[in-house]
Nanobody, 122 residues
Framework: QVQLVESGGGLVQAGGSLRLSCATS????????MGWFRQAPGKEQEFVAA????????YYKDSVKGRFIISRGDAKNTVYLQMNSLKPEDTAVYYC???????????????WGRGTQVTVSS
């Protein structure tokens, strides 16, 4: 079993920054690809960013490229999302996800956290 717990969400003004963290436990999570998704009110859940199990490859939604950075901790069991130049349209609940497959992580990952709220005021 894999457990994912997000933290670091909050309220920030447009142009500000937040760093989300996802702490993991359970199976050999270091061998899993990790990712972040988000869901805004009234909208479908969408992929934001993902990182390979080794941390050497990362993928981003076009609208966050150049503003968000995904990374893994040294022990590979923590994943971060550094969010800079935040915009009101980034407001959403952000979910951490994990999957053994580096392709499934961007679409239908197996494991999910419960989410953390990010609110960007204008």
């Amino acid at each position: 079993q894999v457990q994912l717990v997000e933290s670091g969400g909050g309220l920030v003004q447009a142009g500000g920054s937040l760093r989300l963290s996802c702490a993991t436990s359970g199976r050999t999570i270091g061998a899993y690809a990790m990712g972040w998704f988000r869901q805004a009110p009234g909208k479908e859940q969408e992929f934001v960013a993902a990182i390979s199990e080794s941390g050497d490859r990362s993928y981003y939604k076009d609208s966050v490229k150049g503003r968000f950075i995904i990374s893994r901790g040294d022990a590979k069991n923590t994943v971060y999302l550094q969010m800079n130049s935040l915009k009101p349209e980034d407001t959403a609940v952000y979910y951490c996800a994990a999957d053994p497959s580096p392709t499934e992580i961007t679409t239908t990952p197996i494991y999910w956290g419960r989410g953390t709220q990010v609110t960007v005021s204008s």
